[in-house]
C-alpha cells in the first residue's frame, strides 16, 4: 500500500516561499520520502500570489477568528486561502497525514505570529489559515510540523500515526463491525502504551456497540487518533512490555525472565532503548507464539527500515 502524505511544497524544495526560497526538509525529502507518496501543496502560490512576493501576517485579537493580511497591500486572504482546502478535497480526502511548514500564516499549525494590529502587538498563538481549515474538514488526520520532525519522539509519533490511519482509510471500503474489532484488537497495545483513558474509553463503547453507524466510526477514529496524538511516555511503555512479558511467564526459564525483567527495567530507567526490550519479546513471540500478540502493530507499526526506535 503506498501511503500518500501531504505536505508544504517548501519542504520538498521547491522554491515557493515570499522570498523566492524553499524550505527542504532532510527527512521529508529523504527519510520518509523512500515510504510514502507526498502531495505538494502551497497555498499562496495556489491562490494566484506570485514568487516573490509581499509578507502575508494573521491579525487578529484570537486564533480561531484570525485573518491572513497582506500589509503592503492592505489585501485580506483569508477567505482564499481557506477555500484552497476545499477546492483541493478530493486529492485531501486520500492522504493519510501531512507535514506543515512551521510559523506560516498559511500554513503553520500552531505558535504561528499573530498580530493585534489595534495595540502594534504580536503573540505566538495563531494557526495558519490554511492548516486551520486542513484541521476543520479533517479532524483525524495526523498532522506535523517540520520543525517538530527533529525531534525523535515526535517524528516516531507522527510516523506511527500516518500508518495507523492509512490503515484506517483502507479500512472504510469494507467496514464493518467485525473490521472495526479486529483493527481496535490489532491496535490495542499500541493505544495502551499512549492513552490509558482512551483505551479503556474506547474499549467500553465497542462492548456496547450494537450497531455500527458513520457517525460512530467518525467518533471513534477521532478519538483514536487524539489517543495517539502524543508520543507514548517511558512509564506507559513499561507497563505495556510488562503486560506482554506475562504472556510468556510459563515458557521461560528463571534467568530468561530475570534477563526480560532486566531489560524493561533498564530501558524505564533511560539506560536501554525501546527496541532492546521489543527485541527481546519479539524473539520469544518467535519461539513460544502467542496468537493475540501475534498481530500487534505495537511491535511493528511501520517499517522497520525507517529506524525510528533506535534513539527513544
Ligand atoms: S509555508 Fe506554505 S504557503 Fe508558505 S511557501 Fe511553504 S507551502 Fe507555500
Redesign the pocket.
Known amino acids: 500500500m503506498s501511503i500518500k502524505v501531504g505536505i508544504?511544497?517548501?519542504?520538498l524544495g521547491?522554491k515557493?516561499?515570499?522570498d523566492g526560497g524553499?524550505?527542504g526538509s532532510q527527512f521529508c525529502q529523504h527519510d520518509l520520502g523512500e515510504f510514502v507518496e507526498y502531495v505538494?501543496?502551497?497555498?499562496?502560490?495556489?491562490i494566484g500570489l506570485p514568487v516573490p512576493r509581499p509578507t502575508i501576517r494573521l491579525e487578529g485579537s484570537n486564533s480561531a477568528d484570525a485573518s491572513a493580511v497582506i500589509p503592503k497591500t492592505n489585501t485580506d486572504v483569508t477567505e482564499a486561502l481557506s477555500n484552497f482546502a476545499d477546492q483541493h478535497s478530493e486529492r485531501l480526502a486520500h492522504i493519510s497525514g501531512y507535514v506543515?511548514?512551521a510559523k506560516?500564516?498559511?500554513?503553520?499549525m500552531e505558535r504561528v505570529r499573530l498580530y493585534e494590529p489595534s495595540q502594534q502587538a504580536n503573540r505566538k498563538e495563531g494557526v495558519?489559515i490554511?492548516a486551520r481549515r486542513l484541521r476543520e474538514l479533517y479532524p483525524a488526520l495526523p498532522m506535523e510540523e517540520d520543525g517538530r520532525l527533529n525531534d525523535p519522539l515526535l517524528r516516531e509519533n507522527f510516523v506511527l500515526r500516518l500508518y495507523v490511519y492509512a490503515e484506517w482509510q483502507e479500512l472504510q471500503r469494507k467496514l464493518t463491525k467485525k473490521s472495526l474489532y479486529d483493527f481496535h484488537t490489532r491496535h490495542k497495545l499500541l493505544l495502551l502504551a499512549h492513552n490509558q483513558s482512551i483505551y479503556r474509553a474506547l474499549g467500553r463503547r465497542l462492548g456496547e456497540l450494537t450497531e455500527l453507524t458513520p457517525a460512530f466510526a467518525n467518533e471513534y477514529i477521532q478519538a483514536f487518533m487524539d489517543g495517539l496524538g502524543k508520543p507514548a511516555t517511558r512509564s506507559n511503555h513499561t507497563n505495556v512490555l510488562q503486560h506482554v512479558q506475562g504472556y510468556f511467564k510459563s515458557d521461560l526459564d528463571e534467568d530468561q525472565r530475570a534477563e526480560l525483567a532486566e531489560v524493561i527495567l533498564a530501558y524505564h530507567g533511560g539506560e536501554q532503548p525501546l527496541i532492546a526490550p521489543l527485541t527481546l519479546l519479539k524473539h520469544y513471540q518467535r519461539a513460544f507464539p502467542k496468537p493475540y500478540l501475534k498481530g500487534q502493530s505495537y511491535f511493528q507499526p511501520y517499517p522497520e527500515k525507517l529506524r525510528l526506535r533506535y534513539g527513544l
Open positions: 508544504s511544497a517548501c519542504l521547491q515557493v516561499r515570499y524553499h524550505k505538494a501543496l502551497c497555498p499562496e502560490v495556489g506543515l511548514c506560516s500564516p498559511s500554513c503553520g495558519g490554511f
